[in-house]
Structures are given as C-alpha cells and as structure tokens.
C-alpha cells in the first residue's frame, strides 16, 4: 500500500490521529511540522532567547529535545537551547534516566544542569515517601518539582522552560478538571504559555497537540535514547479512570484527543461579580490573568529582592500568594515528623539546616 | 426500630438510601419534588383579587422521550397541577405540554409510540401530548450535500430542491457517535422549533428531564465532541431568555437528582411501567460503544465510589460562559446552527493536522509522485463542484462529517439562499 500524503513510498505506519496510512519520512514532516506551526502561531521564541528544557529521561522530554533541535536548525528559530533536568532521588527510577538525560546532553550537543531535591530540600522523594508512605506523594512530587525547575531556570538565568506535556496530557486535565470541579484553572489549562505570578518563569508546552502514541512511535522510528519507566510513586487513582476513559475514546474516534483540547480552549469563565467586602479576591483573579510577558526579559525576577516582600515566602523568598509558599509550608510538615522520631537524636535542627540551605540558595542567585 | 433504619424526617420505614440519610416513601417524593417545585414556583395559581382566579399566563414544555427522568419530571409537574386543581376548584397555575421527538424511525422503542403516547395521556390527563416526527426537519427543506477532503475542509458538492430523509441521511454516516450527534442536532432543533410556535399563544418555558447524572454526561460528551462551546447553551439553565440563544427561557428542574434516584422516584409514583426504552442495546464492547454510551457507561460507574461526582461536573459546568458572546461576525453553522467565526475551526484543525507529504527522495519516488498528481489534476477539472466554497461548518460538525464520505442534509434555505451565500 502507497502512502496517501506523497503517493510516492510505501506506508508504513498507520498515522494515531487519523488512521492514514502513511511513510516514515511523510510521518516525520507532519509530527514536525504540527510542532512548528504551534511554536509559530504563537511566536514562542525570540531569536537569542535561552529557553531551558525540561529534561526527564523520558520519551515526552527526550523528543522535545530531538524535535527543538531539529527545528532551531531547520527554520533558524535561533535559539540556545539548555537541559534542565531534576533529581528527585527516587532510587533505581532517577538513576537510569539520570544517566540517559546525560547521554541526551552529549547527543543534542546541549549543556545540562541538574538540581536535585536533596540538594534543595534537603529531603529525597525516596525519604519522603519513607516519612508519609505511598499517599497524597504526587501532591509533593508537584510542588517541589515546579519550584525545582524554577530555581534551576533561575539559577541558569533563564525565563522559559518548556516542558514535554502532550495532547494525552492536556485532554486529561481538561476532563479532570470538569470532574474535580476545578474551575480555577478550567479556562487556562489549554494554554500553550502558561505564568503565573507565584512563578518568576514562562512555561510552555509546544507538545500540546502531538498524541503520545504519536511520541512513542517518532523515539521508537529515530531510535531515540530514552528512559522507558513511568515515575514509581503512582498518581491519584481518579487521574487513572480519567487516564482510560480517553484510552476508550482514543479508540472510537481518534480525533478525540484534540477535539476536547479544542473544547478546551473555548471554555470562559464568567466574570465574578465584584461584590463589596469580597475585594481582595476580586484583586486576586486580576493579578493571575496577567499576561504573560513574550520574551524580552530573560533574567527571572523570583528573588529579585527590589520587589518588596509582600509577594513572597517569608522563609526563602520565592514568589508566594501567602507568607509562606506551598513548598516550605510541606517542608515544615515533613521536618516536624523528622524531628519527632529522631528526638533523642542529635538533628533536631533539620527544619532550621533545611531553611538555611533554601536560603543559601536563594540568596547565591 | 433502630433510629437508623428510620426516616430522618418522620421516623416512617425507610425506602431509600441516599445523600447520607433514610428517606420514607412520602418523604423522598417530597423531598425530590420541593425541588422541581422551586424550579418552576413562577407557576403558581395567579388571582385578580381574592377568589377571582386568573387563567395559566404560562406554558411549560416538557420535552420527553419516554425513558425514566423525563417521565419521572412530567410526573412532577403533573403533580403540581393536580394540586393546583384540587385546591383552587380546577384552577391551574400553568399549562403543561409534553412533546415528544419520534425518532423510531432511526432508533426503534420498544412498544408504538401511539400506543405509548395514549398510556400517558390516561394517566396525565391535564398534560397535552405533541408527536412529532424526526423526518418533520426535512420538511419543505431542500438539501445540501456536503463532501470533504483528506485536509478536513469540506465543500459543497450538490444543493437540491427535493427534502433528503431520515433513512437518506442516516446511511450515509458511517459511525455511531456521528449518527447520535447528528440526531441530537435535529431533536434539539425540533423542539426548540415547537416551543417557539407554542410560544406565540403563550408565554413557553422548555423544561428539559436531564438529571444531574445526564447533565454532567452531557458536558463531558460535548467537550469530547469538541462542542464544548455549546455547554453553555445546554447544560445551564437559561431563566432569563435574553441569554438563551433559542430566545426562550429553558430549565433544568432535575439538575440536583441524581439519575439512581430517579427509578425510586417513578416507582413509589407508580409511573414506572410507563417508561419505555429502545430495541437496540448498548454494545458489550467498549470499543463499539458511541460517545453517548460510554459516557453513560463511565459515570453510572464511577457514581457507586464517588457519588458527588455528577453534582461536581454541573456545578463547574454552571460557571462557563458563553465563549461567543463577545464575539462579532459569527454566522449560524450550516449544519447545527450554532454561532461559528468563519475558517476559525477548520484553520485551528489545519495547522495541528499537517497533510503535507515529505519530498520524494529517488529517482523512482519522483516518478511516482509526478504520476499521482497527473491522475489528481484530471479528476479535478472533471469535477464542476470544486469551484463551490466551503461551507460554514463549526468544530462539532467538521468533526462528526468526517465520519462520512459524503453527507446530505436538510437546508432550510432555499437554493437561491444558498447560492447567494456560496457565490463568491
Ligand atoms: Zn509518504
Ligand atoms: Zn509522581
Ligand atoms: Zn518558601
Ligand atoms: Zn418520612
Ligand atoms: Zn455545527
């Protein structure tokens, strides 16, 4: 059987999003290209721009990092790319994809940096899933690993990451939020760019519209390097019946994945009535839907110290809604369980070494 | 009796379970029917001074189709004016009609909905009941063919005066998701249609039976269809018709009962037996289930470990807007009416869904290719209906006509109409 695009080679893979049956070099430039229009459509880079990517190992970041190489040379984006990448300290899982995100450094011809959870927290996933056991362990993973990445970024100089979210993803947050009534982030959470004034960095997911069966099959056709594991600590059991009602969908009809992205998009929320008294949370919606600044800017402001001090923890200084942000309010929980079992122990400064080293870093920036 | 086993309400024997307390059989009809009453309490008995009663100042259309939670609201409804009736000396507070969309045709019941239609109307005897065919939508329509190509964009390939029909249209959609979207459209449309005439001799409101469960079925549905720009218009309740896009006044009494109370509901009314469902049953097989279905599927399921889930989906449902309203320069969509920005959808679609082939590479690649565009450029002069535009399609509809190869619907406008938007 000929392919449908060019006519010209044989078919050999039937194409996930639209069943056409296609060649390799015909799949390559339409899973390129689809890349490259949605970077362009929105003017993701600048030329000159540092953008960090999120690096994990896997097949999602590994074939960012392929497709932004690919691409920065074919249509002269101009931008330096950089991997970021993050330790989480989960024996066996961070290890080996540690070690393929480093072969990736020597492949891409890209610089690496690493910034590890022990390093900042003092605390390994692998100690925290030892203190709390196997619940609510992603909520951490969450947490930490956004202000991971941001201090990474920060400590590179660098205001945009992007990370290697597809459209699996993307059409899973959607239902998820529908069914979690997370109406927060209902009408935001297609975005491609995404900022938020608790964090100093741009994020932005040019993946967005590539389905994963897709991913897998362009690392699987290039003979990428990557990781093959999913992260050991299992996430929320709700995230999984959402994960395989869209699996079902995929199957009756395989647009589906970018037909509810596209929902997605035009979700609204209506405006909050601004009520007399309920002020301050009027105030608080204006400030998240501050644009996002495009480019321009490239040293992040998170501990910038100018700023003042009402928009950030009080105990590292990180940009924060409330006087302590999400990551030092867990780290409190975790380091009062700590100092609790090892009282006759000789580290009943954990909480305070913690703090120290947050601010260590804070401050070397 | 142990305080547990007991009504929370009145300490009679317990009939149902739910929302964490013990209901008797009085007090659950009450319980849900208080709800409905609040819904619809601008249908109270109206007086011109005292003992001088007003005649009905509205209508009521309860769209049904005969399954449980249509039955169980036009039961409640039914409920109210035989109250009305009893305790004013036959007066009623409002009208009721109950308009049902025959559809048999493409999906058949159970029992004639004649037959079914006169049960009803013994046991609802102040309810009117209206059938209406779903071929009524082809009537006096002339019909446009639509055709697409490989790139999603579709074309106009043929306009004719002569109406296509229900088995016409149907065997030309392959899938079953297309098939239940494309019926919905003309269900809705005709019901919107029906009360709109209604409306002309009394003030109507649609009081659609969805429960909360259906509700939040629908809402996942259409943002799985990628009509998640219609959740406004359908799943919110729309009192005030200026924000209704059928300009009239549409509620959702059953929006806060959940679809497993609704069987005790009809069965401590005694109306059970009077729901009547398809022939055709939902497949065994996941993959061979419609959107609709597998919707259902998924949250009859996952209502037995986390039943606030529907409540949840409604509620968040309820905080969407009308992503259209701010807009200008949309055009009704050809095929469901909903407002559409020209191109947007089919442009959005284009730049994701690349169809641009990789250059051929040898020497025999180059010949194949040149040979495969020779065949194409022929077929294309032979064929006059390239030169018709495309036309205006939402996301929805470019989506679910994909699963055709070639789709012929009922236009309302004539062929002039549609040439003189199509000419360019
Ligand atoms: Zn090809
Ligand atoms: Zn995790
Ligand atoms: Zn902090
Ligand atoms: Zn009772
Ligand atoms: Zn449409």
């Known amino acids: 059987m000929l392919c449908v695009l060019c006519e010209c080679r044989k078919a050999m893979l039937k194409r996930p999003k639209t069943l056409q049956p296609i060649c390799k070099p015909c799949f390559y430039n339409v899973f390129e290209t689809e890349i490259h229009n949605t970077i362009v459509e929105s003017n993701l880079f600048f030329p000159g721009e540092r953008v960090a990517i999120g690096a994990s190992g896997g097949k999602d970041s590994t074939v960012l990092a392929h497709v932004m190489k690919t691409l920065n040379e074919r249509y002269n984006y101009g931008v330096d790319f950089v991997l970021l990448s993050i330790d989480e300290g989960i024996h066996g899982y961070r290890d080996d994809s540690l070690e393929t995100v480093k072969r990736n450094k020597v492949q891409y011809d890209m610089d690496l940096e690493v910034v590890s959870y022990s390093e900042l927290y003092g605390w390994s996933m692998d100690q925290i899933v030892a203190q709390i056991g196997n619940k609510n362990n992603c909520t951490y993973c969450g947490v930490f690993r956004r202000q991971a990445l941001d201090r990474g970024s920060a400590k590179l100089g660098i205001a945009h990451i992007v990370t290697g979210h597809n459209a699996d993803d993307m059409a899973e947050t959607v239902l998820m939020n529908l069914l979690r009534g997370d109406t927060a982030r209902l009408d935001r959470c297609t975005e491609l760019v995404t900022g938020s004034d608790d964090s100093p960095v741009k994020r932005s997911k040019p993946l967005k519209y590539a389905y994963e069966k897709e991913i897998v099959l362009y690392a699987h056709y290039k003979k990428l390097d990557y990781f093959s594991t999913e992260c050991t600590y299992s996430p929320e059991a709700f995230r999984g019946t959402a994960r395989t009602l869209i699996k079902n969908l995929e199957a009756i009809r395989p647009s589906t994945i970018i037909d509810i992205i596209h929902s997605g998009e035009a979700f609204v929320l ?3 009535k601004e009520k007399k008294g309920k002020g301050s949370v009027v105030v608080k919606a204006k400030v998240e839907e501050k644009p996002v600044p ?11 110290s100018s700023l003042g001090l009402s928009n950030r923890c009080t105990k590292c200084g990180y940009l924060s809604h409330n006087a302590v942000c999400k990551a030092c309010v867990l780290l409190e929980g975790l380091n009062a369980g700590r100092a609790k079992m090892q009282i006759e122990g000789d580290s009943a400064d954990g909480a305070a070494k913690n703090i120290k080293t947050l601010e260590k870093l804070a401050l070397s920036i | 009796m142990s305080a547990e086993s007991t009504c929370r309400r009145c300490d009679g024997p317990t009939a149902i379970k739910t929302r964490q307390a013990n209901f008797c059989q009085p007090c659950f009809i009450t319980f849900i029917q208080q709800k409905q009453r609040k819904a619809m309490e601008g249908c109270k008995v109206l007086f011109a001074r005292p003992g001088c ?25 039914h409920a109210q004016l035989e109250e009305q009736a009893k305790t004013y000396e036959n007066a009623a507070g409002f009208t009721l009609n109950a308009v049902f969309i025959d559809c048999s045709e493409a999906d058949p019941l159970e029992k004639e909905p004649n037959q079914i239609i006169s049960e009803l109307e013994k046991r609802f005897a102040h309810a009117k009941f209206t059938c209406i065919p779903l071929s009524k939508a082809f009537e006096g329509a002339s019909s446009v063919t639509l055709k697409h190509n490989r790139d999603y964009t579709s074309f106009v390939s043929g306009i004719s005066e002569e109406p296509t029909s229900v088995q016409q249209l149907l065997s030309c959609i392959g899938t079953k998701s297309a098939r239940e979207d494309i019926i919905s459209v003309l269900q809705r449309h005709l019901i919107i249609e029906e009360a709109k005439k209604q409306n002309e001799s009394l003030p109507t409101t649609v009081a659609w039976g969805h429960n909360a469960t259906r509700l939040a079925e629908l809402t996942l549905s259409l943002t799985i269809k990628g009509r998640g720009n219609r959740i406004h218009a359908q799943v919110l309740e729309h009192k005030n018709p200026k924000d209704s896009i059928s300009g009239l006044p549409e509620i959702h009494p059953l929006n806060d009962v959940l679809s497993y109370e609704i069987p005790f509901y009809n069965s401590f009314r005694n109306v059970s037996d009077l729901a009547v469902d398809t022939v055709s049953k939902p497949s065994q097989v996941t993959k061979n289930l419609s959107i609709d279905q597998l919707m259902h599927q998924y949250f009859e399921n996952i209502q037995t470990n986390f039943p606030s889930i529907a409540s949840t989906v409604v509620r968040t449902a309820a905080k969407l807007d009308d992503p259209n309203a701010a807009k200008q320069g949309l055009t009704p969509c050809l095929i469901c009416a909903s407002p559409v920005d020209p191109n947007q959808s089919l442009a959005w679609l284009t730049n994701i869904t690349v169809n641009e082939p990789a250059a051929p590479e040898t020497e025999e690649e180059e010949e194949l290719s040149k040979k495969a565009h020779m065949e194409k450029s022929q077929e294309k002069t032979g064929d006059a209906d390239r030169h018709l535009p495309v036309p205006n399609l939402c996301y929805g509809c470019i989506i679910t006509i994909r699963d055709t190869d070639s789709f012929t619907f009922p236009k309302r406008a004539s062929k002039q109409d549609i040439l003189d938007e199509f000419t360019l």
């Open chain 1, 270 to 272: 209506k405006k909050k």
């Open chain 1, 294 to 304: 495009s480019g321009g800017c490239s040293v992040p402001l998170a501990f910038d």
């Open chain 2, 53 to 77: 009663v007003l005649p009905p100042a509205i209508n009521i259309l309860v769209p049904i189709s005969f399954g449980q939670s249509s039955l169980a609201l036009l039961d409640m409804a």
